[in-house]
Every structure is written in structure tokens, then in C-alpha cells.
């Protein structure tokens, strides 16, 4: 975890000073033994989305998809056939996998699933474009960095931003001191468009779903309807509520902002306090504050609404003596304290981050740079650890410290969570 952090704040340094992720050559005509075969494992969502982006490159071939609800399956291969592309069709990833001809693979299955998919893509010889968060757990972060390291495959993790040009443009400023001491970084997501989850029973699996290959190494409960698909998402078995889900991009950018490293403690409060008895086990509420030497950055959520702080839905403000700096996915601008600096007006984004992140990734199969990354295994580790301290106080109602020497916290309730349970004879990886 220190070389996964060193490389962290590395490529925090690369994003603001620009890197290469910019780059616009233009297209020119690629040779079939130039092509870029690709495969994607979990295509129902941001799966399918990451696979469109990939395909806006010349260079890349799609050529298996692999999902365990064949529904999903025959959909997306059907939507391929209109546009004149054959692929193989897998419910199991593993024998995809198995396909030497395949040079890389996209990951956008469950959170639980992240680890192990991306661990025996690596062994399989696969440069790899894995979902946020990375691990369902901190154990599976380290795990998957050791994986990267081990196999020294590219391992570019789907946290888009770090490929828009804004959000690099307000980190800098940031960087630049104009805002003086920053004492308080904010994050925060408020999720009008989120609903109460209804309490709905038990039911059948689906046919054409391979539920037991779905659950994997989570436990294994009678199938519902509320787990399966987006809502997996708010059950602890298979992900980490808002804090995993939008938490991982916009804290990202508060450590960044800040060339932050673990925090020393962490506490947080929230609850079910919108849908006390709907069906979601996350909160749809929290406060998580993480303390840092000289300043805090602090976290909320809440669903069901859209009255954040600044009056936007989403974003991260960076609050200084001399000015508080604003930044969320439309823009940023600085709102100046009285009589210490100017206001910024609002700087607007100009371009699209998932298709500049998925250039990035194939420029970097090419060119096999791993420092060029936007966002590399080590960093979205880094990342998805940190929300999971966050979600770690929240579980244990304790205010926790993290012992950067043993990379563990000083209390035994909170290190039994470092850990996700593994089930149906699955193990937790071992990277020799």
C-alpha cells in the first residue's frame, strides 16, 4: 500500500501537470494486425458503456462478451450484429478468458466480482479496464495492486474524470495557493433522482440468469429482485451505498487537490433516515468526516433530494481563508472571501471524460507506459480504500484510526471489515 500510495500522489502530480490523456491525433486506417481485441465481462451498465467508448478507437476490436444473465447477453450481441460486429457469447468469464487471442478485457460486473475478475485477468495475460470502486473491500484494493504489480498488466480503472480537462484546470488552481490555507474540503452527493426502494419478497431466479455465478463469493441468499442488476449496489454483500459509488470520483479529487495520503482518524453518522423501512440495507444518509493534520475533508450523502451544498446536486469545494474554489462535472469557479482575492467565473467542461479515459487506456496498451495512465490500479486502490474507511466508521459507529505502519486501524471491530466474507469455496487471492 506505500508504493500504491507513492504512485498515487505521482499520478495526482502527472494529472495537473497534463500528461498525454489529451492527446487528439487523428484517426488514421489500422491494419487487422494492429487491432486491439477486446473482450467485456458484465455488460449491462457501465460495462456497456466503457465497451462503447473503447470502440470509438480505430485500433479496437470487440470480440466476446460475457454476462451470466444471457438476457443481457443476447441483447448486446444482437445490438452489435446491427452494426456488422460478430462476437463470441459467454456466460462464464473464465472460459473468455481462456481466449489467448483476446488482449484485453473490460470489467463491469458487481463490486463484489471486481477482484477476483480482474486478478485472474492479469494471470490470464489481459491488460484490464476495471469499474469503480476497485475492491468491495480494502484487502481486495491491496490485492488487486499486487495483481497489477505481479503481472505487470495495464490496469486503467474507470474513474472518467481524471480524463476532463476542468476538473485538472481547477486542481491546479487549487495547487497554485491563491486560495490560501484550505482548512475544509467538502464532498457530497445528493441524489434527488433516487427513489425508495420498495420491500418486494423473494422470488424465482429469472430464467436465463445463472444466479448461483452471480453471487460468486457473496453469500447466498434466495434470489430478489431488489439485489439483481443497478440495485446491488445499496447491499452490503455486493457494494458500499453512495460512499463506493459516487464517493470513489469525488473524493478522488478532494485527496488530490489536497496530495493527500490516509487520513489519521475517521467518524461518520447518518442512517436510513429518508426510507427508514424500504429495502436498501446502505445508508441513505451520512456525515463522514476524516481528519488530517491541518485540515478535514468531510463527506455526505442523501437520497432523495437535490438540495446539496452551493446549489449543486454533486461536487467538491475546496474551501481556503481566500476563497472557496467549487467543482463538480459541469464546471468550476471561485467564490472569493470579501476583499482577499478575485472571483473565477464559471469555467465550463468542454469535453467527454469516458471516451478521453478509454483513448487513454488503448494509447497505453500501445505504448506501454504505465506512468501515463490517468487512472491507474494504484490510484483507484487508494481511492476505494478511502471510502471504504469511511463506510468502515459508519458500520462500527466508532470514530477509528487508521496505524499507517501496519496499514490496519487500532480497533478490532473495524479491522474484522478490512476484509469482505467470502463464501461458496471462494478465496481472497493470493499474489505471491
Known amino acids: 500500500m506505500?508504493?500504491?500510495?507513492?504512485?498515487?500522489?505521482?499520478?495526482?502530480?502527472?494529472?495537473?501537470?497534463?500528461?498525454?490523456?489529451?492527446?487528439t491525433l487523428p484517426l488514421r486506417a489500422i491494419a487487422p494486425s494492429d487491432k486491439i481485441r477486446i473482450g467485456a465481462i458484465g455488460i449491462n451498465g457501465m460495462g456497456w458503456s466503457d465497451l462503447t467508448a473503447l470502440l470509438k478507437n480505430p485500433e479496437v476490436e470487440v470480440v466476446a462478451l460475457?454476462?451470466?444473465?444471457k438476457n443481457v447477453l443476447d441483447k448486446r450481441i444482437a445490438e452489435l450484429a446491427k452494426r456488422d460486429i460478430k462476437v463470441k457469447g459467454y456466460t462464464d468469464y473464465r472460459k473468455l478468458l481462456e481466449d489467448k487471442s483476446i488482449d484485453a478485457v473490460v470489467i463491469g460486473s458487481p463490486d463484489h466480482w471486481h477482484c477476483l475478475m480482474m486478478t485472474d485477468a492479469c494471470s490470464a495475460g489481459k491488460d484490464v479496464y476495471v469499474e469503480k470502486p476497485v475492491g468491495n473491500s480494502?484487502?481486495?484494493?491491496?490485492?488487486?495492486?499486487?495483481?497489477?504489480?505481479?503481472?505487470?498488466?495495464?490496469v486503467q480503472v474507470g474513474q472518467w474524470q481524471r480524463s476532463q480537462q476542468h476538473f485538472r484546470d481547477a486542481i491546479s488552481f487549487v495547487h497554485s495557493g491563491q486560495l490560501g490555507q484550505v482548512r475544509l474540503v467538502k464532498a457530497w452527493a445528493y441524489m434527488g433522482w433516487m427513489k425508495s426502494i420498495p420491500v418486494v419478497a423473494d422470488g424465482p431466479v429469472p430464467e436465463g440468469v445463472d444466479y448461483k455465478a452471480w453471487l460468486g463469493p457473496a453469500e447466498t441468499r434466495p434470489f430478489n429482485a431488489n439485489r439483481f442488476h443497478f440495485n446491488f449496489r445499496w447491499y452490503w454483500d455486493y457494494a458500499g451505498g453512495l460512499m463506493t459509488d459516487w464517493g470513489v470520483?469525488?473524493?478522488?479529487?478532494?485527496?488530490?487537490?489536497?496530495?493527500?495520503?490516509n487520513p489519521k482518524s475517521i467518524m461518520a453518522a447518518g442512517g436510513k433516515f429518508a426510507y427508514p423501512n424500504d429495502a436498501a440495507q446502505t445508508p441513505d444518509t451520512l456525515t463522514t468526516v476524516y481528519e488530517f493534520d491541518n485540515y478535514n475533508i468531510q463527506w455526505e450523502q442523501a437520497t432523495g433530494i437535490d438540495g446539496g451544498p452551493y446549489g449543486r446536486t454533486h461536487g467538491i469545494a475546496f474551501i481556503g481563508n481566500n476563497g472557496t474554489l467549487v467543482l463538480d462535472r459541469g464546471g468550476w469557479e471561485v467564490i472569493p472571501e470579501k476583499g482577499k482575492m478575485e472571483a473565477v467565473d464559471r469555467k465550463p467542461s468542454v469535453d467527454k471524460g469516458l471516451d478521453l479515459h478509454a483513448k487513454?487506456?488503448?494509447?497505453?496498451?500501445?505504448?506501454?507506459?504505465m506512468s501515463d495512465l490517468n487512472c491507474p490500479i494504484s490510484a483507484g486502490a487508494h481511492i476505494a480504500s478511502f471510502a471504504q474507511m469511511g463506510n468502515i466508521a459508519f458500520r462500527t459507529g466508532k470514530k477509528i484510526y487508521w496505524n499507517e505502519g501496519k496499514q490496519n486501524f487500532t480497533d478490532s471491530d473495524a479491522n474484522k471489515l478490512l476484509a469482505a466474507a467470502y463464501h461458496n469455496g471462494y478465496k481472497i487471492p493470493k499474489i505471491g
Do not use: P, W
Open 249 to 261: 470520483h469525488l473524493l478522488d479529487y478532494a485527496l488530490i487537490g489536497m496530495k493527500s495520503s
Open 66 to 69: 460475457c454476462d451470466v444473465d
Open 360 to 369: 487513454n487506456f488503448v494509447d497505453v496498451i500501445k505504448s506501454r507506459k
Open 2 to 23: 506505500n508504493n500504491s500510495r507513492r504512485s498515487f500522489i505521482r499520478s495526482a502530480s502527472a494529472l495537473v501537470a497534463g500528461a498525454s490523456l489529451l492527446n
Open 138 to 154: 480494502i484487502i481486495e484494493c491491496a490485492t488487486m495492486v499486487a495483481a497489477q504489480q505481479r503481472y505487470n498488466r495495464v
